[in-house]
T-cell receptor
Framework: SQELEQSPQSLIVQEGKNLTINCTSS?????LYWYKQKYGEGLIFLMM?????EEKSHEKITAKLDEKKQQSSLHITASQPSHAGIYLC??????????FGTGTSLTVIP | DAGITQSPRHKVTETGTPVTLRCHQT?????MYWYRQDPGHGLRLIHY???????DKGEVSDGYSVSRSKTEDFLLTLESATSSQTSVYFC???????????????FGPGTRLTVT
């Protein structure tokens, strides 16, 4: 079973459009992390959310952690081709084990 | 990149041969992790370490062993490689965020392993 479910699995959007990626857990999340991975490369840390209701923004990317700390959303405003890649959420759910979400592949069409 | 390197970066090996991947960090962080990344499965935790000679199993530990004799090095060994272990392997460390009481993970560049 997957501890963290992401949706959608794959997303294709026109440049300039907004989009949202969701990450859902059945258990309380102790720190929710968002990463981006360009195809064939390593992971890049985007941001971390810790408190229920917390929202952070970096450039055109905004992430929120819901009040119950069981779901997070990543929103990209006015998408650009440079936003393309795989987005992964990650979290400590039990002990010291860090789990990743199932991943969302984003393609931005110029 | 938090001073994390992995070696080798690419390796092709035959079924049944032993393989060791190395993760090296330069900043004496306590927690280190090994993940594999496969299409359709995302990143899955193989083993992790919370100090020298202290290791524990992750989600997909069968067929893998690890060792950590020094803080800076975390080794992943495939005793007898199988084709199902063809994957990209990532090492990671956890860095304590001072004053936040939480950790941030940093990843190495990855090792692409092909078992023929």
């Amino acid at each position: 079973s997957q501890e963290l479910e992401q949706s959608p699995q794959s997303l294709i959007v026109q440049e300039g459009k907004n989009l949202t990626i969701n990450c859902t857990s059945s258990k309380t999340l102790y720190g929710l992390y968002w990463y981006k991975q360009k195809y064939g490369e390593g992971l890049i840390f985007l941001m971390m959310l810790q408190k229920g209701g917390e929202e952070k923004s970096h450039e055109k990317i905004t992430a929120k952690l819901d009040e119950k700390k069981q779901q997070s959303s990543l929103h990209i405003t006015a998408s650009q081709p440079s936003h393309a890649g795989i987005y992964l959420c990650g979290a400590y759910i039990t002990g010291n084990q860090f789990y990743f979400g199932t991943g969302t592949s984003l393609t931005v069409i110029p | 990149d938090a001073g994390i390197t992995q070696s080798p970066r690419h390796k092709v090996t035959e079924t049944g041969t032993p393989v060791t991947l190395r993760c090296h960090q330069t900043e004496n962080h306590r927690y280190m992790y090994w993940y594999r990344q496969d299409p359709g499965h995302g990143l899955r935790l193989i083993h992790y370490s919370y100090g020298v000679k202290d290791t524990d199993k992750g989600e997909v530990s069968d067929g893998y062993s690890v060792s950590r004799s020094k803080t800076e090095d975390f080794l992943l060994t495939l005793e007898s490689a199988t084709s199902s272990q063809t994957s990209v392997y990532f090492c990671a460390i956890s860095v304590l965020l001072t004053g936040r009481g939480s950790y941030e993970q940093y990843f190495g560049p990855g090792t692409r392993l092909t078992v023929t």
